[in-house]
């Protein structure tokens, strides 16, 4: 399991979609913090699913497709990567610090919560 920082977060994603690659951006947060601030990353597939919803979703989530996980600060995220890489996830990325790390270093409409 990889970190990816927020300050390049776009630029890697451009490159993963530069080399064929689809990535997913798994956000694991609860529906009413996506619904407070949320990312999009061009070239990124989105797909909600809350920490505790992960074990029993784990057919919606490709294998074989890089996964970027993101929560609040990086913690809920880095779990679920680790338990994705442990499940025979290869390709699993943390974003280290989370939305609100992208809120305060990339983009700042992006709300702070």
Not at 1 to 22: D, F, I, P, S, Y
Not at 61 to 67: F, G, L
Not at 74 to 98: C, D, H, K, W
């Amino acid at each position: 399991m990889q970190q990816l920082a927020v300050t390049r977060l776009a630029e890697q994603v451009q490159a993963l979609v530069a080399e064929g690659h689809a990535p997913l951006l798994l956000d694991v947060r609860e529906p009413w913090e996506i619904a407070t601030a949320s990312l999009s990353l061009p070239g990124a597939q989105r797909l909600d699913i809350p920490m505790q919803q992960i074990p029993g979703r784990l057919a919606e989530i490709d294998p074989q497709r890089p996964v970027l996980a993101l929560c609040h600060h990086g913690m809920r995220s880095l779990q679920v990567a680790l338990f994705l890489e442990r499940q025979g996830y290869p390709y699993t990325y943390n974003i280290t610090g989370g939305i609100d790390a992208w809120s305060r270093q990339v983009d700042p409409t992006v709300p702070l919560y």
